[in-house]
């Protein structure tokens, strides 16, 4: 079945440095989406990627769609302490386009140092 | 606040039991999505209930099922429990309309099989 593979695992930075994150799969995507989850709550959408090569901002964070569709990033610039969280890849099953029925990534860890 | 809540908050049940986890979707929503979150796993989609209709399943047995009611709520219900079953479910809910959806994970229910 699909597969995403998150890198890294997890990640421990300072405040202020940029972290980068990133996500393969062998199978084609027709859309990324990157979600955040904090402890205790559910995922939340952070951005959504349609088209091969987009390349898409919300704040600090910026997104990328792989040209080869089986690949996306996610940057976060001047990281502050509330950006600790797990963050997931996720994409609509089976190259579909319904975001109700998706594959997760295993997620990045990132923590924060003040 | 993404307007979804689930019940109860944690669970603890034994090996055999059955159990019924319940989700409160946005007004007007009409689907609902639910996945099973593993420690340190990325969610896995369980199925999807579109309209009160199953459209879609994921890898689950058939000791997986599901309602949805006219009133935005709906259940998983999960029988015959095993220990791997131990995990983190999450819905989430969405409005499928000629522009897209959106999901709204809610907080999610955590279940110890013991």
């Known amino acids: 079945g699909q597969q995403l593979n998150q890198s890294p695992q997890s990640m421990f930075i300072q405040e202020g440095e940029d972290v980068s994150m990133n996500c393969t799969s062998s199978s084609i995507f027709n859309t990324w989406l990157w979600y955040k989850q904090d402890p205790g709550e559910g995922p939340v959408l952070l951005i959504a990627l349609y088209k091969a090569g987009e390349l898409t901002s919300n704040g600090r964070l910026t997104a990328q769609f792989g040209i080869t569709r089986k690949d996306s990033f996610l940057n976060i610039s001047a990281s502050i302490p509330s950006d600790v969280g797990i963050y997931f890849c996720a994409g609509p099953r089976a190259g579909g386009t319904s975001y109700g029925k998706l594959t997760f990534g295993q997620g990045t860890i990132l923590t924060v140092h003040p | 606040e993404t307007g979804v809540t689930q019940s109860p908050t944690h669970l603890i049940k034994t090996r055999g039991q059955q159990v019924t986890l319940r989700c409160s979707s946005q007004?007007?929503?009409?689907?609902v999505s639910w996945y099973q979150q593993a420690l340190g796993q990325g969610p896995q989609f369980i199925f999807q209930?579109?309209?009160?209709?199953?459209?879609g399943r994921g890898n689950f047995p058939p000791r997986f099922s599901g309602l949805q009611f006219p009133n935005y709520s709906s259940e998983l219900n999960v029988n015959a429990l095993e220990l791997d079953d131990s995990a983190l479910y999450l819905c989430?809910?969405?409005?499928?309309?000629?522009?897209?959806?959106?999901?709204?994970f809610g907080p999610g229910t955590r279940l110890l099989v013991l």
């Open positions: 989430a809910s969405s409005l499928v309309s000629g522009g897209g959806e959106t999901q709204y």
């Open positions: 209930y579109y309209r009160e209709e199953e459209n």
């Open positions: 007004s007007g929503h009409n689907t």
